[in-house]
């Protein structure tokens, strides 16, 4: 039995396995909670954007906030991926996993001179620029380093990608990027300041975006300008599509990323500009489905309302449901032939918004382990050391084999650089 969304992920009789690794021998291996990952499933859910933009100048930037272990990092440099970054830290992990800085597009709508000046030194492909403002900074950070800033602009094409409020980037209201009607006037001032080029321009709408239509009307805005940005004598070399497609948590049906590519291509070409390079910055697509958390279930808990099944994996390690309700899938990893009961699957955090899952129906007893699913993206990335917590193990399975990728945080390692005051 395969699961939705993960085809590397399966029963095999009554065990759960990540392609060829019990997740239930992982968790006696490595202890929980443990993040897996399958590195066969990251390249598979890379090939369709490969295929989709094959014969055409392309780059495909990771956009490495969904998941940023340097294990991941090197499996997409590895295939010959970019980046997207939006952090000085961002630029010095995908460095360290062995990136080129040429393939890295910087992203954000608030880096600091400090920012700048690091990744001009590194020289980056591209700043996605997002105000006039950080215009300005750019160019007196160039000019101070005596280099060159290659630029796009974010544009913000007023779109609604008709997901989460927290997670919709391209609408009037959302803090991220330029105003379509700024947007000219906003290259025109990038051509009088020193020190930038620009090279193209970008939107990115939003994340888990699940039908093609919002995308479309995003181009179609973007074409547009880019239209009347050229007709002003501003060259644009490249294409930015951002990111935001969609993966299956439960019964979503997003559209294959070759297919919506092709849509996309369709549009481009029927237009004109089939010329220009097209760069993509996929996050969640790449790796959600790529992961899983493994936790232990550590009490059940009946009650007169609710009964609860409380397990070692908390809000820290995996923050979504808190904070976005997301729902994730939660299976047991080894199947038991008595009966489910129906549970709130919650973490040791002294919160009440600590669940991972709501009304799961669950054949589990103490010490099984379950596995919330579509767990690659935006869930380790984002883990924290609420509770003094230290943040779970990584392992990724590469060919069958599993390598640990990151050390279980010590509790010693949490406060570490802190002081007491004599
Ligand atoms: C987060 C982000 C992405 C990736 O979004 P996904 O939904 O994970 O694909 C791409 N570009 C920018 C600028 C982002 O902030």
Redesign the pocket.
């Known amino acids: 039995m395969s699961l939705p969304g993960s085809p590397f992920l399966a029963y095999r009789g009554k065990e759960l396995f990540l392609e060829d690794c019990s997740l239930d021998e992982l968790a006696q291996r490595f202890g929980t909670p443990l993040y897996v990952y399958s590195q066969a499933a990251m390249l598979a859910a890379l090939a369709p954007y490969q295929r989709g933009l094959a014969g055409r100048p392309h780059l495909v930037c990771y956009?490495m906030?969904?998941n940023s272990n340097l294990a991941v990092l090197q499996t997409f440099a590895r295939a010959g991926c970019g980046f997207?970054i939006?952090s000085g830290g961002e630029l010095e992990r995908v460095l360290a996993a062995g990136a080129d800085a040429d393939k890295v597009v910087f992203?954000g709508v608030g880096k600091t001179r400090a920012e700048m000046h690091r990744a001009l030194d590194a020289g980056v492909l591209c700043f996605?620029v997002e105000s006039e403002a950080e215009l300005e900074v750019l160019s007196q950070a160039a000019v101070d380093a005596r280099r060159t800033a290659r630029i796009s602009l974010?544009v913000n094409p007023d779109v609604d990608a008709q997901t989460h409020a927290y997670?919709s980037?391209g609408l009037k209201g959302n803090k991220f990027g330029i105003a379509h009607d700024q947007a000219l006037a906003a290259y025109r001032r990038a051509t009088e300041l020193p020190g930038l080029e620009v090279a193209g321009i970008d939107c990115?709408i939003g994340?888990?975006i699940t039908t093609s239509g919002p995308y479309l009307d995003a181009l179609d805005r973007v074409l547009d300008l880019v239209e009347s940005i050229e007709a002003a004598g501003i060259a644009l070399h490249h294409l930015d599509l951002?990111?935001?497609?969609g993966i299956v948590y439960t019964d979503e049906q997003p559209p294959a990323a070759d297919a919506l590519l092709a849509q996309l291509l369709q549009r481009i070409d029927a237009r004109g500009h089939g010329h220009r390079m097209l760069m993509v910055?996929?996050?969640?697509?790449l790796v959600g489905n790529a992961g899983v958390l493994v936790s232990e279930v550590l009490y059940l808990k009946p009650g007169e309302a609710k009964n609860f099944c409380i397990v070692d994996a908390a809000m820290n390690d995996l923050m979504r449901p808190a904070m976005y309700e997301a729902f994730m899938r939660i299976e047991a990893c080894r199947l038991r032939g008595h009966g489910a009961t129906v549970y709130d699957v919650v973490g040791p955090v002294c919160e009440s918004g600590d669940w991972l899952g709501r009304d799961r129906a669950l054949a589990v007893e103490p010490g099984d382990r379950v596995a919330v699913l579509s767990a690659g993206?935006?869930c380790m990335s984002m883990a924290s050391n609420y509770n003094t917590r230290g943040r779970a193990a990584e392992v990724m399975v590469v060919g069958g084999q599993a390598h640990l990728v990151r050390d279980r945080e010590q509790p010693s390692e949490l406060f570490r650089g802190e002081r007491l005051i004599d």
């Open positions: 956009a906030k969904a997207d939006v992203s996605n974010r997670i980037t990115h994340s888990q951002g990111g935001g497609l910055e996929p996050g969640r697509s993206a935006y």
